[in-house]
């Protein structure tokens, strides 16, 4: 098996056609469809299913295909590595908003001043999206808050944040203290994100527990419209604090939610170890380094270091 005939046979599944995967590659059609049929050959399995319309992979293929564009990838990073002398290639790192907003500068300055040559690609979403695209690949790893049992990653308890009911000051119902319950929410209307995602699922087991119905009066599945709703007076939101960084002073106010099991729980997620890159291996320390750093200088509101 040769690394040409990985590039052709991802080229094929992109294209959906042998004839236009050929006129990209620049080569006959007959030539590509014989290097593509000597790989199913070594492998004994089909890897393409061929239709009117052109090519789909099989289940063998698509599996295959996950591998292929990694081994790819990992080949293109060790060439441009040896032929720098030095740390070199790309990593594609996921954080939920509210983690951004703090980590996610700091992150980047530290990779530029410790691995200038790697290429640091930064996703910015919410954690159940995150999780998808770590599944699919598109990630090498990112901050989540709940990992899905027998996926094949390298999980490691990083921090613990407090939550914090947020409002605008004069909203009906908001809290008045510094600390607040569950059971005092019952009737403030609240603006979550959708339930496929962490922080909404740890909220609904902590509510559920307590055998209360929050009033959720909307859900909105992105930080920046659901801070202004909540700014706007539509409702108010439970979230870590550092929701509120990128907020002026006296924005909101944020009272602090006292109830046990109601800390959010932020896991350093990658694909596991034989499938990153050096230079997502280097970029998963550097992240880890940064995230508690920035806690224990009191940058990161409502953080604290994971303990065993």
């Known amino acids: 098996m040769e690394l040409r005939q990985l590039r052709y046979f991802v080229k094929v599944c992109e294209a959906g056609s042998m004839g236009r995967a050929a006129l990209d590659l620049g080569l006959a059609t007959s030539a590509l469809s014989q290097q593509i049929s000597r790989l199913e050959g070594e492998l004994a399995t089909r890897l393409l299913q061929r239709q009117s319309t052109g090519v789909v992979p099989t289940d063998a293929g698509l599996a295959f295909l996950q591998q292929a564009q990694l081994t790819l990838r990992h080949a293109d990073d060790a060439v441009h590595a040896a032929q720098t002398a030095r740390l070199s290639g790309h ?23 410790r691995y200038p040559a790697v290429r640091v690609h930064l996703v910015e979403a919410l954690s159940g999206h995150l999780t998808t695209m770590l599944n699919a690949r598109q990630l090498d790893l990112a901050i989540l808050f709940r990992a899905d049992a027998g996926r094949r990653w390298s999980v490691m308890p990083l921090l613990d944040e407090k939550l914090y009911v947020i409002g605008a000051p004069d909203l009906s119902g908001m809290p008045a203290g510094a600390r607040v319950r569950l059971k005092q929410l019952r009737d403030l209307p609240l603006i979550l994100p959708s339930p496929s995602h962490g922080l909404r699922a740890l909220m609904d087991a902590a509510f559920a527990r307590q055998r209360i119905t929050p009033r959720v009066h ?3 599945d992105g930080l920046s419209l659901l801070m202004d709703a909540v700014r706007a007076g539509v409702g108010a939101t439970i979230q870590p604090g550092a929701a509120t960084a990128r907020l ?11 109830d046990a099991l109601t800390a959010r729980r932020n896991l350093l ?15 998963r320390v550097v992240l880890a380094d940064v995230a508690r750093a920035l806690v224990r ?5 409502g953080a604290s270091l994971h303990k065993n």
């Open 269 to 283: 997620a990658s694909l596991s170890d034989d499938e990153l890159s050096p230079a997502a291996l280097a970029a």
């Open 91 to 113: 990593v594609s790192i996921g954080l939920a908003s509210t983690t951004a907003s703090v980590l996610g500068v700091p992150l980047m300055q530290a990779m530029a001043a």
């Open 297 to 301: 200088d009191g940058r990161w509101a």
């Open 218 to 220: 909307a859900e909105v």
């Open 248 to 258: 002026p002073d006296g924005a909101v106010r944020s009272v602090l939610l006292a």
